[in-house]
């Protein structure tokens, strides 16, 4: 694995002029409240180890993440620093344009907040649009760890979201010393029927919302089930996941 920033430009040019060019993988995250016992580094913590997990498995560069995503449903908790759709979409064209220029042709953006996706999703076919042979591809971690998350959940229905069990076992087995578990609170949504963030609800309806508005302490959700036995094991589907994908690319 080669880490983007710890290398020369003399280096890159020569990666880029290669028979076989190195994909390109970049961490996103985002900089909002997990409530009162997960940092707000959260989802790039997991972009960023996942990442990391997913290079050593290919001929890569692994790009310096980005911190601040578009959390605008976090605004109103304080910490939650959010930028725009339209600032945050126009970043990762930006950034795929120098990557263009240099010579590399394959981006992995793997993407440890939900609320990136949609953003991502619509991005990726612009940069597609605009240069037909640049291969963009968009991972988003917690659909991805929701596959395996439904046959080893504790959470009862409707009690997943936000800083919840999925997430909150994933920072235990990544970075328990960041967890605090005794503020771990279960948290029930505010929303009506038939809306919530179980995947069979978001593949029907997307509907827009203020954390403020659902949940006094900033969580969806059951972080006390939370394990870092069942974190290790969605880890583990996600990073086996991408990467099959990433070997077929």
């Not at 029907?204 to 069942?230: E, M, N, Y």
Request: glycine share 6%; proline share 5%; net charge negative.
């Amino acid at each position: 694995m080669l880490e983007f920033r710890n290398i020369t430009w003399t280096t890159i040019e020569e990666l880029a002029k290669a028979s076989v060019k190195p994909k390109i993988i970049l961490p996103i995250g985002s900089l909002e409240q997990h409530g009162p016992h997960l940092p707000l580094s959260t989802d790039t913590i997991i972009a960023e180890h996942v990442a990391t997990a997913v290079s050593k498995t290919c001929h890569s560069l692994l790009m310096p993440s980005l911190q601040i995503g578009c959390s605008l449903e976090h605004t109103g908790f304080p910490g939650t620093v959010s930028l725009t759709a339209r600032t945050f979409s126009s970043l990762i064209e930006e950034i795929s344009e120098d990557l263009f220029k240099s010579g590399f042709r394959e981006l992995l953006m793997i993407n440890g907040h939900g609320g990136n996706k949609a953003i991502l999703d619509t991005t990726v076919t612009t940069l597609k649009h605009a240069h037909p042979d640049f291969h963009p591809y968009s991972f988003t971690i917690l659909d991805i760890a929701k596959e395996k998350f439904e046959k080893i959940r504790k959470s009862e229905k409707k009690m997943i979201g936000h800083a919840d069990e999925l997430e909150t076992s994933m920072m235990l087995a990544i970075r328990p010393d960041l967890v605090e578990m005794s503020k771990a609170l279960r948290e029930r949504p505010a929303f009506p029927d038939p809306f919530s963030f179980e995947s069979e609800d978001l593949a029907k309806v997307t509907f827009g919302w203020k954390a403020k508005d659902v949940t006094k302490s900033g969580i969806i959700g059951s972080p006390d089930l939370a394990t870092a036995q069942v974190g290790k094991i969605l880890l583990d589907y996600v990073i086996q996941s991408i990467s099959g994908i990433v070997a077929r690319i």
